[in-house]
């Protein structure tokens, strides 16, 4: 027994020490007594097998899954309406107070991550679940476990669901891609990108290394002595809660963030109780300023009606709930000086202006690049090279040079005038006929060859990991690739030759272009760049023809007849494939193995004869998941909006497709609604 008491008192210390450091970020005692205390109990585990439990601290890094199990949420999570300014912020409020009287109001950051449902038994950490479709999740608690916010051993032993956000601080996120960067590994496109990665690897031990950590928001208790039951309600990226009082229980979602807080969980400490809508606008407006202070991206303000009697009162619509909302923040828009105009190729030999900037933090980030579009819009904007500029990132994302801050100055500097000469060959630039956008039709341009290249292997096209922008400029620079063909003859001794690649990276970039060999033959006539067909088309034709031999003995009457493609790229696609150079390529694609896949034929019918647009950031699944979904169930896919639109699939940040289809009177879906559909 004496054994088994010294286990728990390490357990219980070492538990402790995880909840000073990871929660409070108050460290209690010294790495080395740290380290020392977990020896001792891993090896007292090691000798005593059967004193194992789920709480121990050395359970937190687990094994490799063959994959992540499905599991059904008890209580469905359902989505958050958005607002995005104060006067509809303000309307939302007066609407309650309307029917309801005044309302205490909590306002909670909202944290760009990922949403889990944590279920702990008599104060244990049993099962982890990420949101899925709100009703159905994955099971990752093991890669959960790593992460040392989340708690394996409450302070209390209840039965209880809590709700947070997985997320990857700012700091550990460009850390992680410094390192890729070197390994010659894929970079992440931003924090909760990484996040999300993370959090789904097969073998826990890597999600163990990113630095994870996570932010609870709801309880959801059932204790069998009657003493609190909580039925809970998912919205977005906030989980809500309904209670059923009995006198001793909480009366207020905040009151149920603190008991949160009391069990041992971290709670955003950012957290604040409004009177009205008046102190939750401040608040809203305080944090529009100081967010990118925080060592995590926070996209808005979650609002929500304090008193769960009322919450439970005000229900919900079919998906999301009445009592609360999230205010998102604006686009920032800010001013800086442009220092210089670079000119970049790209795949097709278009060559497009870039700003080069006096660096300015723009949402959290520091941008000294933006985009000019093309030299039109150079022209229509007067920018010149010393100019002050107004930049904002595009859908939050890609920063743009929106207007110049017009002064005396402005016009006695020079007007600037587009590139003849390609910035990387020299050749001559030449418009294409109808097209505003310059030209370097030189096809052994080395910007234009390794252009090609990155987006033969981009997610759009091979969807070919590891293979990044630095590594293809290296093995075009040493001579080992010229064109995307030669990547299917490298080995693995290639990219050790490579600068900072290891044999690890090495293997894991042979692999991946092997893999790539089979991969869908939609994805192989996207990747060969034909002249106005994308992945939409791409898809299109793969359907139609099924193989790659079908395709190039295809008419241009046979092409022209598909609904979407049309004469004009009917040429374009029947003269690619009788090109000498096309011809002799996928021959030697062909010698080399790579033979696309069929498309997969549909399982359903029921999305016959629909066409469907994808806008925004989807939460369940990307959007060409999505789109290959609905391909399966026999529907179509278009990039544009149109009157023959049968849906439009809006997820957050949805840009001018969504007014386009709002102007047109096409029928809006949410990305619930979606789910909805395909569930059916």
Known sequence: MEILERINFLKDEINKANYK???????????????????????????NPLFIAPDSPTQRVGSISEKFLSYKHKHRLYSLDNTYNYEDLEKW???????????????????????????????????????????????????????????????????????????????????????????????????????????RQLDSSITAKRDLSMFCYTAILEVESGKLKVESNKLNNFQLSTFNFQPDTPKSHFDSIMYLKELGFKINPNIRLCKNAKDAVEYCKEWDEKRFELNYATDGVVIKVNNTAVQEEMGFTSRAPKWATAFKFPPEEVTTTLLDIETGVGKTGVVTP????????????????????????????DVRIGDKVFIKKAA??????????????????????????????????????????????????????????????????????????????????????????????????????????????????????????????????????????????????????????????????????????????????????????????????????????????????????????????????????ASEKIKQMGGKTSSSVSKNTSYVIAGENAGSKLDKAQKLGVIILTEDDFMNMIRR
């Open 354 to 381: 870039v700003a080069i900037l006096e660096p300015v933090q723009l949402g959290g980030s520091t941008v000294a690049r933006a985009s000019l579009h093309n030299f039109d819009e150079i022209k229509r904007l």
């Open 396 to 625: 939050e994302i890609i920063p743009k040079v929106v207007k110049i801050v017009e002064d005396e100055e402005h016009f006695n500097r020079p007007e600037y005038s587009a590139p003849q000469k390609c910035p990387s060959c020299g050749a001559d630039l030449k418009p294409h006929a109808g097209e505003v956008n310059l030209y370097c039709d030189n096809p052994d341009c080395p910007e234009k060859v390794c252009a090609r290249i990155e987006y033969w292997v981009s997610k759009e096209a091979m969807d070919i990991d590891n293979v990044g922008p630095s590594v293809i400029e290296q093995l075009y620079s040493k001579g080992f690739i010229k064109n995307a063909v030669d990547l299917y003859k490298l080995t693995m001794q290639d990219f050790m030759q490579l600068d900072l690649v290891k044999e690890k990276s090495a293997f894991n970039m042979y692999n991946a272009i092997q893999e790539s060999k089979t991969k869908p033959l939609s994805r192989l006539l996207t990747a060969l760049s034909i002249r106005n067909v994308g992945k939409e088309t791409a898809g299109l034709l793969a359907n139609e023809f099924g193989t790659l031999e079908n395709l190039k003995n295809a008419s241009i009457e046979d092409l022209a007849k598909i609904e979407g493609v049309g004469g004009i790229i009917a040429d374009e696609i029947y003269n690619f494939f009788r090109i000498p150079e096309t011809v002799s390529m996928l021959e030697e694609l062909e010698n080399l193995g790579v033979k696309p896949a069929p498309p997969v034929q549909n399982s359903t019918d029921e999305l016959k004869g629909l066409t469907f647009v994808l806008t925004g950031t989807l939460q369940n699944m990307t959007r060409d998941e």
């Open 21 to 47: 450091y990871y929660v409070e970020d108050n460290p209690s005692i010294s790495d080395f007594e740290y380290d020392k205390m977990f020896a001792e109990l891993k090896d007292l585990e090691a000798k």
């Open 93 to 199: 409020y007066d609407k309650i107070v309307e029917e309801y009287g005044e309302q205490e109001l909590v306002c909670e950051l909202k944290i760009d991550g990922l949403a889990i449902a944590l279920t702990y038994e008599n104060g244990i950490f049993v099962r982890g679940v990420t949101r899925g479709d709100g009703i159905t999740g994955e099971d990752i608690t093991n890669n959960l476990k790593t992460i040392k916010a989340i708690p394996l051993k409450l302070f209390k032993p209840v039965n209880i669901e809590v709700r947070g956000e997985i997320y990857m601080p700012k700091t550990s996120f460009e850390k992680l891609n410094e390192e890729n960067l070197k390994n010659g590994e894929k970079l992440f496109a931003n924090p909760r990108n990484a996040a999300s990665g993370s959090l």
